[in-house]
């Protein structure tokens, strides 16, 4: 059965656990070739339920392969070139999504405009408990390099993951409890093992995964580490840090050291299957917008999933899930303890599918999110806080001729409760309870042939989080002095979608149109204020801070988006044109300014050869410049960044190795993130990387 290591345990057993994994890896992948010599041709019985089941499970809890919400996934060969070192760079050119970047190692996903708490990052369809949403120098605790598939639900979720899903979803899925059998009743070994070096930040990095079991077990454990050096950029930049040059093209203070560990287990029946799984992540990182700034953050998650299928009655399966969280994120000002910030909670949540009826399927739930928060320390700009949040949601789609209707709801009841800081005395005490509803539906029509139409509306809610209702002090990463509004009321949103999809062959092309309108979006607006850290007017000397308040605005964010894949090439070698690109609009319809840290128009291609073992891609993406912005704003100049990747892949019996080298920013172009807060806050200290070539190799079983 899994267990938990702790602390210092946890990060001893990464660093004696990896080289252990490879040399066990190695000894495996040679006793099964030599076992493929003599064997008989039953060894292939072994078989990944991963590679059977592609159907995306984000915002389709019916699990249907035909979706309506626009969703889109990596996995594969295809996650393995463009894993970064943080969720955010990851997706960042899928179209659609951006990344709030705060240098190499902290950034969330950014979609349609929307970032923040708006966008739900998941584990496994369940919570990730930690504070990347309060700030944007806080990493999520997610590392790329475990990760199997990323699926992204563009638009609306709320309907199924609550409000902080207004704007989308990210959910990052490890297989670490596993709902079919890995193997057959004889049992058997596989595994997978990746290491990665250079790039523009000097990575060194690995992972490795083992998973044994029968048709009744299966027991999982991975781990990783990865450590970076100052990322290199085309550009000459002053730095203080104490032992660093004063001016290198170095980004000043973006290193890194990260590690992790899972274990997990399941038990498999004939109708179902009961799972448990643990893990920790720890990750050091300079905060690029101070020089002599670190973060130590450390995250500990246990898991439960289950499944009852084949049920009599009017339901005819059960899925729960449950997790319990524990996060603490500490500052060091240099060698000394800065702000600590801690956030622990459980969740909960319980699905019942409905056995069909007629033409009509649909699933029901509860969910229910219990958090804790605190910041302790000189930059604690938000109070000690609990949040409890339950709901009921209902799913239905109804099978037509012409494809498929969607419709449901979500009933949510949400409490806020600061309890202020005992160090502390000018945050405000007390709770708000918030009555969130949200309703959508939905639409794919079978246009005939390889054409298809979908349509989505929805109408969502959002609760404010904590510290929109209560901050009250100053937030390096905003460089402004933050102050919240208690009198503030759900966030309001309808939001439109309509996509034509067509697909022949290997040739497909999607495009999409979304307007979304908030009747009270809540923004963070200057008041025209000055403030010093601790609230009163600046000293003699001292920085002041603009002060800045959440408000509700009337806003709209309206865009598009387009992608697909043109076939020029198909005998022989193959050579296809990959296309993408997208545009977002976003004003504040009360002010009629730009709303801040929206993308440019961007767009790109990509050329991929394919013969034989071997695939070689150069791809060109383009930004434009970013004028659109609030008054007081700095513009972002538009760029262009060549990307080339080679693979070569090679099988021996049931082992598969995939070579790969990637050469990101070709041209070493100087570029700058129009969604990065940095780019106001700190200009010209934090451009995206320079050119890094990186290598790497991934072994399977």
């Known amino acids: 059965m899994p267990f938990t290591l702790r602390g210092g345990a946890a990060r001893a057993a990464v660093h004696s656990f990896a080289p252990l994994a490879l040399a066990a890896f190695a000894a495996t992948v040679s006793a099964q070739e030599a076992a493929d010599a003599s064997a008989t041709a039953d060894s292939s019985a072994v078989t990944r339920s991963r590679t059977l089941h592609e159907v995306t499970v984000t915002g389709n809890p019916l699990g249907g392969r035909e979706l309506i919400a626009p969703a889109t996934q990596l996995s594969g060969d295809e996650l393995t070139l463009k894993r970064q070192s943080t969720l955010g760079e990851t997706l960042d050119g899928t179209p659609g999504v951006s990344s709030t970047y705060f240098g190499p190692n902290a950034s969330r996903p950014v979609i349609r405009g929307l970032d923040g708490d708006r966008i739900r990052v998941l584990q496994n369809a369940g919570a990730s408990i930690d504070a990347s949403g309060l700030s944007f120098d806080h990493a999520v605790p997610i590392d790329p390099l475990v990760i199997e598939r990323i699926e992204v639900l563009r638009g609306p979720g709320a309907l199924l993951y609550g409000g902080s899903a207004v704007g989308g979803v990210v959910n990052t899925i490890d297989h670490r409890i596993h709902g079919e059998p890995l193997f057959d009743a004889a049992g058997g070994v596989s595994g997978r093992a990746e290491v990665r070096l250079g790039g523009a930040a000097q990575e060194r990095g690995g992972a490795a995964l083992l998973e044994t079991g029968t048709d009744r077990f299966s027991l999982h454990v991975d781990a990783f580490k990865r450590n970076t050096s100052d990322t290199r950029v085309p550009t000459d930049l002053a730095c203080s840090k104490p032992g660093s040059p004063a001016l290198a093209s170095r980004i000043c203070n973006s290193q890194s050291s990260s590690d992790g560990l899972a274990l997990g287990g399941t038990l498999l029946f004939d109708n179902g299957y009961l799972g448990l799984s643990t893990n920790s992540f720890s990750s050091r990182y300079g905060t ?10 450390r995250s500990r998650r246990t898991a439960l999933e289950g499944q009852w299928r084949n049920l009599p009655g009017p339901i005819a399966s059960i899925k729960l899930q449950a997790g319990h969280t524990d996060y603490q994120h500490t500052e060091f000002e240099g060698d000394e303890v800065g702000t600590v910030f801690r956030n622990r909670g459980n969740d909960l949540r319980i699905e019942a599918k409905q056995a069909t009826w007629g033409r009509l399927d649909g699933v029901v739930g509860l969910q229910t999110e219990n958090t804790r928060f605190s910041a302790d320390g000189e930059e604690a700009f938000a109070p000690r806080s609990r949040t409890r949040q339950q709901a009921l949601f209902a799913y239905e789609e109804l099978g037509m001729d012409w494809g498929k209707l969607s419709f449901g709801g979500r ?27 949200s309703f959508a539906t939905g639409a794919l029509v079978k246009l005939g042939g390889p054409w298809s139409l979908t349509g989505n509306l929805a109408s969502s809610q959002r609760a404010p989080r904590d510290y929109e ?41 999607e495009v999409s149109a979304f307007v979304n309108r908030f009747r009270n979006y809540i923004s963070l607006e200057a008041t025209g204020n000055v403030r010093g850290a601790d609230g009163g007017a600046p000293a003699p000397g001292e920085e002041a801070l603009a002060e800045y308040i959440y408000r509700p605005v009337r806003a709209r964010f309206r865009g598009l988006e387009a992608s697909g894949n043109w076939r020029l090439l198909d005998r022989g070698p193959t050579l296809d044109f990959e296309w993408r690109g997208d545009v977002v609009r976003a004003d504040n319809l009360d002010t009629g300014e730009p709303l801040p840290r929206i993308a440019p128009v961007r767009v790109g291609g990509t050329l991929v050869l394919g013969q034989g073992a071997w695939k070689a891609r150069l791809g060109v993406d383009r930004a434009a410049r970013q004028s659109r912005v609030p008054a007081g704003q700095l513009p972002t100049d538009g760029y262009t960044l060549v990307n080339a990747s080679l693979t070569y892949s090679a099988k021996a019996g049931p082992t598969h190795m995939l070579w790969f080298a990637r050469l990101d920013n070709l041209t070493d172009r100087l570029a700058y993130s129009a969604t990065s807060v940095l780019t106001q806050t700190v200009p010209g200290k934090v451009p995206l990387p320079g050119r890094g070539l990186q290598v790497g190799l991934q072994v399977s079983f």
Do not use: C, Q
């Not at 009933?411 to 509803?437: H, I, L, Q």
């Not at 901050?471 to 460089?479: E, Q, R, S």
């Open 288 to 297: 690029v917008a101070e020089d002599d700034v670190s973060i130590d953050m």
């Open 411 to 437: 009933m949510e009841s949400v409490r806020v409760e600061s309890f202020g800081n005992p160090d502390v005395a000018r945050f405000a005490t007390g709770g708000v309870k918030f009555n969130p509803r």
């Open 469 to 509: 209702l209560f901050a009250n002090g100053p937030h390096v990463a905003t460089a402004a002095y933050e102050v919240g509004n208690p009198n503030l009321r759900e966030e309001k949103s309808t939001n439109l979608d309509a996509g034509l999809a067509w697909k022949s062959g290997a040739n497909r092309a």
